[in-house]
């Protein structure tokens, strides 16, 4: 048995509600009440490619966010490469790269190859090293053209290959990504999940964890699909195993199944 890249063992996240006015002076002391994760337990083995799935709002991102250290949780435990998200986050962060859909965090006045290089730098990777990197990644999700420029005049869609960029810099056993594929063209989108299947997880060194509303692509990458649902987990197996579980014929088909909604293969509609 593989070692274990990510472990998550009752797992809970409540956030606060949302108050106006007067009620938000009183905020801080009231109970929070809104569960974001509800008792999720799960693991990623060393070289395994695990999806979340799940609608807007079913906790992907808040997962995601507590396995980076961006967030703390309220009960149970992440750990990432053995070490706790929560009590040891900087040797957490040592193991993984991270991309967020939206949180990009760039610089903007630097320029895409300063923002790398910093980046680099502060995961500990030798300036030639870091050097070297940049000019691999950036040949590999097309930036030279884009390197030296300010990032506050890139595109979205370039800045989001830049965040790829930076999340494989550090070469990390572990890698978070939260619908990596959203903001890039078809073109990019191709080339980077062939990155992923052919250079990052045919070595069997690094674990991908990742969140994605593009079925094909999480059938594409992924050795097994954990289906979320209002912080619950539903469902977790390889793609042809939750078909076969639920009698259907597509992973769509399946999702829909197993979060209580009826599938109109015909008409290729949703009935709640």
Do not use: C
């Not at 769509?252 to 197993?258: I, N, P, S």
């Amino acid at each position: 048995m593989p070692d274990t890249a990510v472990s998550v063992e009752s797992l809970v996240k409540f956030f606060p509600p949302a108050r106006t006015g007067w009620r938000a002076f009183l905020q801080p002391f009231e109970k929070p009440s809104i569960p974001a994760l509800q008792d999720i337990s799960f693991e990623v083995h060393e070289g395994e490619a695990v999806a979340l799935l799940g609608a807007n709002g079913a906790g992907k991102s808040t997962l995601l966010r507590i396995l980076s250290t961006l967030l703390l949780p309220t009960s149970g435990q992440a750990r990432v490469g053995g070490h706790d998200a929560a009590q040891s986050p900087r040797e957490v962060r040592r193991n993984l790269g991270y991309h967020a859909g939206s949180d990009l965090g760039f610089y903007a006045r630097l320029t895409g190859r300063e923002n790398l290089f910093f980046f680099g730098r502060l995961n500990h990777v030798p300036a030639a090293t870091a050097r070297d990197r940049i000019a691999e990644l950036a040949a590999q999700f097309e930036l030279s053209t884009a390197l030296d420029r300010q990032v506050r005049t890139l595109s979205s869609g370039t800045i989001q290959r830049l965040s790829l960029a930076r999340a494989l810099m550090h070469a990390p056993r572990v890698l978070l990504l939260d619908e990596p594929t959203r903001s890039l063209d078809a073109i990019a989108a191709a080339s980077f999940r062939h990155f992923l299947k052919s250079e990052i997880l045919q070595r069997g060194t690094t674990s991908l964890l990742f969140a994605s509303h593009s079925l094909p692509e999480i059938e594409l990458l992924a050795g097994r699909v954990a289906v979320l649902q209002q912080g619950r987990l539903l469902a977790l197996g390889t793609p042809s195993a939750l078909k076969q579980k639920t009698s259907s014929q597509s992973l769509e088909e399946a999702f829909f199944r197993l979060t209580g909604h009826s599938y109109d293969l015909l008409a290729g509609e949703t009935h709640p």
